[in-house]
């Protein structure tokens, strides 16, 4: 089964029904069928949680992570060697840090990176990525 890791941006673009949120839906149907593996780091569903909370307030993000609760996503931990993974990124790429943990999560469990965040263009050669605009 293909493995998808969501960026933050992938899944704001879901929730917010930007350009894109079909491409989003239709892996979280594919997700629900069995056919692909979602995954996400705790740190980019942080990144989620603190954006909404940022532009629509807590109520708005409380009610998100309990969206993100529902959908076929599983989360993964930070733990040491994912982090360690994300620095190295960080380090030998132009990549910010937030956006490294779903570089790094892919290449640790070699999927693919669902992203709108044209920062990735920095890895497009080191990891498959879909584009979610």
């Excluded at 879901?14 to 692909?36: I, M, P, Q, T, Y």
């Excluded at 593996?37 to 309990?66: C, D, F, T």
């Excluded at 993100?68 to 060697?81: C, F, G, K, N, Y």
Aim: aromatic letters at 8%; hydrophobic letters at 50%; one cysteine or more.
């Amino acid at each position: 089964m293909k493995r998808i890791v969501l960026d933050a941006s992938a899944l704001m673009t879901f929730f917010e029904n930007r350009s894109g949120a079909d491409k989003v839906e239709e892996l979280l149907h594919l997700a629900v069928a069995g056919k692909r593996q979602l995954l996400m780091s705790v740190v980019n569903w942080g990144e989620v949680y603190y954006s909404v909370w940022r532009i629509k307030g807590p109520g708005v993000a409380h009610k998100i992570l309990e969206d993100i609760a529902q959908l076929p996503i599983a989360l993964v931990p930070a733990d040491l060697e994912l982090t360690r993974s994300a620095a190295e990124l960080r380090a030998s790429h132009k990549l910010p840090y937030l956006d490294c943990f779903p570089a790094a999560l892919a290449l640790q469990r070699k999927a693919s990176v669902a992203t709108a965040d044209r920062d990735f263009y920095a890895l497009d050669k080191k990891i498959d990525l879909l584009w979610t605009t």
